[in-house]
């Protein structure tokens, strides 16, 4: 253990902040070590020359494997987990002691510049994923950092915007995958995000840092900024933000000192920092190694023949047969799309692509490259299958700015239809980091592989799978809309005067549009297969006040090994707040043999069924039903059964401020109140009120103070008060 009181305020200080832009400051007289961190998430950007945070400059040779918008789309915790230990083996193997990822935002809007680095729509999906691939990474010995904590969703003047969240949609919808990755996995450390919540920069924010996190989360280990993320250095490290990076040449450092020589910061806050950041050097120190790049490629490819969604397969138009004749058309086929462009921007080690892969399986191919309308309509008219590769270049989506439409580029929609129009039989293959627009040819072709962007070996992956050498598996982690205009968060999107509503609530991606209720082109969880499954039974059992245990079978009644998702939705109408019309509760990924069956269970603990409740400051299972859904997607449920919960009981103190509704609702009160008031009433008084009771309608919302002017002497003003006291 490094001894704190050794080291100086200055040397104290200077642990707080990078040497540079990829590693901490030494102390090599008290034995402290520099170490180094650097962006992930699906590989390691490692800089060694000149450095940047915005992957312009190049990176030592590493693996990418699917981003985060891929491996949502796997819905299969094993595939992070098995990135996650292969970043931990070439982090080690290339000196990196932090890894800066997960990302684990929320795609509030399919515009999101970023959204390739994230999973979902979805915080239990998000959570899951993020945190398979943390225990993956940590358990090879390096370092993560969940980020980009908290409510970053958009790109839009990502440095200076408020995101202005309520508190339950923040509670329910863009913390708890940050709240699983932390209390589940462990995550080393947590990244900052830049924008302002409320009003409040996230880096200096007390009650994000400290009260949240710390406090409540029991998180124990280290908070440090995103890059340039430090608006002011000694209210940040106030707040609870350990480390700041990169490296300010010590201007920065100088102000923590100054700060603590004038007394206006307690050198104890500098001291604590200092402390996490000792124990993070310590507890996980460079180790190095090497790394099977031959081996981590194949698996690579292994894993994104996974997170492929088979959107649309007329005919059965997909898998091929490798005799047929083929065109392929577009220049993503030749030269592929399958990464992000920004900080997490990889140099591979090698790059599959998929023409060549598609010419080692299909023996009659041709291709025309760029998007030519009569060169394309020319080869598709002479093959039996045309497959058009289409997508998003990197202009045209990336880290640092947001999209402004969901379209494909007008010449690819131009061939598209062109090609549909020519050929007997029409696939679209979609390299892209954010959903794109269907509309306008959807309808014209036989069959959509979305492939989103799958790292270094997708074009192997997408031979694989356009073949049958692998059967998709994957199913949408975010809705695919009919118009952009559909989105909820479209009119509140990307803000304005620095600011940002986010006015649909908890209602975000499919929440929305389930509740609606809004068609969409294809909703959350979509995903078809080469083979067909059946749910064959669903049996629940509530094994608690507020618990469930929910056992389905599953049996694959097709002809192919495959893949199949069960996912469980709750739906409710229990309780005071507006719920969605269902949210995903738990999902298990099953690979089943022709004709086998499986039976599995999936518990639903207390937070499947709760809501945030802004007045207990927690989380609340209200009493009632709750109806267990096992859905095909969130727009098709296949089976249902209902569970009556005792949840919890909680009766608020009243006041002469509540209303009218609030008393006569109330467990204890209320029946004293209506006794009171029937006591006070003649015999036709009381009939006239039974007849009349709906009235009570126009006065529920009238705080008890007014209405009690109105009831004269029938309920005395000490009686209320003895109720008040009651209810406390």
């Known amino acids: 253990m490094i001894d704190i009181s050794a080291l100086t305020l200055e040397q104290k200080a200077s642990l707080l902040s990078g040497r540079d832009l990829w590693s901490t400051k030494a102390v090599e007289d008290a034995g402290v070590p ?18 940047d945070h915005l ?17 949502g789309s796997s819905w299969d915790p094993q595939v992070a987990t098995r990135i996650g230990q292969a970043l931990g083996v070439e982090s080690k193997a290339i000196g990196v002691t932090v890894l800066l990822g997960p990302g684990v935002n929320i795609k509030r809007s399919p515009l999101c510049g970023r959204n390739f680095e994230y999973y979902s729509e979805d915080p239990y999906l998000s ?37 202005d969240v309520d508190e339950r949609a923040l509670r329910e919808i863009y913390l708890p995958a940050f709240e699983r990755v932390v209390t589940e996995a462990g995550a080393a450390t947590v990244m900052c995000s830049y924008n302002k919540i409320n009003g409040v920069y996230a880096s200096q924010n007390r009650w994000l840092l400290t009260d949240l996190l710390r406090d409540e989360w029991r998180f124990t280990g280290l908070v440090m900024s995103d890059w340039g993320a430090v608006s002011d250095r000694v209210a940040a490290l106030e707040a609870g933000l350990d480390l700041e990076m990169p490296g300010t ?47 981590h490629h194949a698996l690579a490819r292994t894993l994104a023949a996974e997170c492929a969604v088979l959107l649309k397969n007329d005919g059965a138009t997909l898998p091929l047969d490798p ?7 577009g220049s993503f086929a030749a030269e592929p799309r399958y990464q992000g462009s920004g900080s997490s921007r990889i140099n591979p080690t090698r790059l599959d692509i998929a023409l060549e892969e598609i ?124 118009r952009l205009q559909d989105n909820p968060s479209y009119l509140n999107f990307p803000g304005e ?91 298990t990924k099953l690979d089943l043999e022709p004709g086998e069956e499986r039976t599995v269970t999936l518990s639903l603990d207390r937070r499947s069924f709760a809501y945030w409740d802004i007045e207990q400051q927690g989380w609340v299972v209200a009493p009632g039903e709750y109806r267990i859904q096992v859905g095909e997607n969130a727009a098709t449920v296949i089976a249902e059964e209902s569970v009556t919960l005792t949840g919890d009981v909680i009766a608020a103190p009243l006041s002469m401020d509540s209303t009218v509704g609030e008393w006569f609702a109330h467990p204890i009160a209320g029946p004293a109140l209506m006794q009171g008031m029937a006591a006070a009433m003649t015999e036709e008084q009381r009939a006239q009120a039974e007849e009349q009771h709906h009235q009570l309608r126009m006065v529920e919302s009238m705080p008890m103070r007014q209405f009690a002017g109105f009831l004269g002497d029938a309920i005395p003003p000490q009686a209320l008060e003895q109720l008040i006291e009651a209810t406390r």
């Open 323 to 329: 005799s047929a004749a083929v065109a392929v058309i």
């Open 359 to 482: 010419r080692a399986i299909g023996r009659d191919v041709r291709h025309v490259p760029g998007f030519t309308v009569d060169e394309a309509v020319a080869a598709a008219r002479d093959a039996d299958v045309a497959i058009v590769f289409a997508g998003l270049g990197d202009t045209e989506e990336s880290e640092g700015f947001d999209r402004e439409h969901l379209d494909l580029p007008t010449e690819q929609v131009d061939v598209i239809r062109a090609v549909a129009g020519a050929a007997r039989r029409t696939v679209v293959v979609l390299a892209n980091g954010g959903v794109v627009s269907l509309e306008g040819w959807h309808d014209q072709v036989d069959a959509i592989l979305e492939g989103f962007l799958l790292g270094q070996a997708g074009g192997g992956a997408i031979a694989d799978l356009l073949y049958g050498v692998a059967n998709p598996s994957g199913h949408l982690a975010e809705t695919i809309p009919l």
């Open 127 to 163: 959570g899951v994923l993020g945190a398979a691939q943390v225990r993956g990474l940590q358990g090879e010995g390096v370092a993560a950092s969940v980020k980009h904590f908290a409510a970053n969703n958009q790109e839009t003047d990502r440095m200076r915007v408020s995101a």
């Open 249 to 295: 040449g010590g201007v920065t450092d100088q102000q923590i000192v100054d700060a603590v020589r004038s007394g206006d910061l307690d050198e104890t806050v500098v001291d604590e920092a200092v402390r996490r950041v000792l124990a993070l050097v310590e507890q996980w120190p460079a180790t190095g190694g090497e790394f099977d790049a031959d081996a």
């Open 497 to 587: 005067q620095q600011h940002v509503r986010y006015g649909e609530g908890v209602m975000v991606g499919y929440r929305h549009y389930a509740s609606v209720p809004a068609p969409v082109r294809y909703p959350f969880g979509h995903g078809l297969s080469y083979t067909s499954f059946a749910t064959r039974a669903v049996g629940v059992e509530v094994t608690g006040d507020d618990t469930v245990e929910v056992t389905v079978t599953v049996a694959n009644t097709g002809k192919r090994a495959g893949k199949h998702v069960v996912q469980i939705y709750v739906a409710t109408d229990a309780g005071p707040v507006r719920r969605p019309a269902r949210e995903l509760r738990a999902f």
């Open 55 to 71: 992957g312009i400059n190049g990176s030592e040779p590493a693996t990418c494997f699917p981003p985060a918008v891929a491996v």
């Open 34 to 51: 520099s170490i180094v961190l650097t962006d992930g998430p699906h590989g390691v950007r490692r800089q060694v020359g000149a450095a």
